[in-house]
């Protein structure tokens, strides 16, 4: 991948997320402050969800910039799956802090009821809050399909399968937050028509739900790349493609990938090469072959090319396996 694209992604990446942080840090002080003066649980909920946002992205700035360290001796692929741990923290946060306090505190209205005070502060804030999380969505949502179109899929595909664990943290989170704040407003609107505490703590409790479930969501997805997650299926095929394509390769073993960061991919491949090609032309074709996935594919970084005679006809019938 060339040190240009790189730059240029990471620094994408960084701004969206320190956005969701400034935003997500003035967000909370100000529904803390409602939540105090209602005495609210699904204010107070949305806080803590806020709260919990601003520390997952501290982690995933930490991320972003820990996953760009060079390479060095130590560390000879790259500081990339850095990134996922700290991604895989800042999920963990959002687990504990958010889902954790407001499932807690909304079971504990729900049993042991609650009064609220004046809630056009609380309003006021929910829809400051709205209009601020909309510019922080927005801006992830636009690096999305910026990137959704590079690899060509669409913006939900790209979403659900990218490795910038940064960037998908924001999108989720910003999601939540958008569906969390309609939620609280719905409580606080039950509570004042029906005048009972069940609609604030419900409130609360759906919250967290929701945050649980973009928290495990997250968790699963940068254990994965952890443990050394393939390229997207499309990737694969279209290096197996290339690989074929080339007229000194007989058939293509097999192909490994691995997800070494955000955006950043290692292939490995096992070569059966034509009979004809041994000596200098198996080396100059090896190299002709990494320089042009290399060059049709920035992502990928390392390539390592194993000439390895081809499977007794028994075992190709089967075909090349594709994939980690």
């Not at 909920?45 to 806020?50: G, I, L, N, P």
């Not at 190299?287 to 970084?301: A, F, G, T």
Request: a negative charge.
């Amino acid at each position: 991948m060339s040190d240009k694209t790189e730059q240029n992604e990471g620094r994408e990446s960084f701004l969206t997320v320190l956005v969701a942080a400034g935003v997500n840090l003035a967000i909370a002080a100000a529904k803390l402050v409602a939540g105090l003066l209602s005495g609210s649980s699904a204010m107070l909920s949305e806080a803590a969800h806020s709260a919990a946002d601003t520390v997952t992205e501290v982690l995933l700035l930490v991320s972003v910039r820990r996953s760009e360290q060079p390479a060095d001796r130590r560390h000879p692929f790259g500081y990339g799956k850095a990134g996922f741990f700290w991604a895989l923290m800042a999920a963990g946060a959002t687990l504990v802090v958010g889902a954790g306090f407001s499932i807690t505190h909304g079971v504990q209205t729900i049993l042991y009821g609650e009064e609220l005070a004046d809630l056009a502060v609380s309003y006021i804030v929910l829809a400051i809050s709205f209009v601020l999380e909309m510019v922080s969505f927005i801006r992830a949502v636009k690096q999305v399909r910026r990137e959704a179109e590079r690899w060509s899929v669409s913006t939900g595909r790209y979403v659900a399968n990218t490795a910038d664990t940064a960037v998908k943290a924001v999108v989720f989170e910003d999601s939540a937050a958008l569906l969390g704040i309609v939620i609280a407003a719905i409580g606080l609107l039950g509570y004042q028509l029906s005048g009972s505490p069940l609609w604030d703590g419900l409130a609360s409790v759906l919250i967290g739900l929701l945050l649980l479930g973009i928290a495990l969501h997250l968790i699963k997805a940068n254990a994965s790349l952890l443990i050394g997650q393939a390229a997207p299926q499309s990737l694969q095929r279209e290096v197996m493609n290339e690989l074929k394509a080339s007229p000194e390769v007989s058939g293509v073993v097999e192909l490994l990938t691995m997800m070494l960061g955000p955006n950043d991919v290692l292939v490995a491949a096992k070569i059966d090469f034509v009979d004809e090609c041994t000596g200098d032309r198996l080396e100059q074709a090896s190299e002709e072959i990494e320089h042009r996935l290399v060059e049709r594919y920035p992502d990928i970084s390392h390539v390592f090319l194993d000439p390895t005679p081809g499977r007794p006809a028994r075992e190709r019938t089967a075909g090349p396996r594709a994939g980690a």
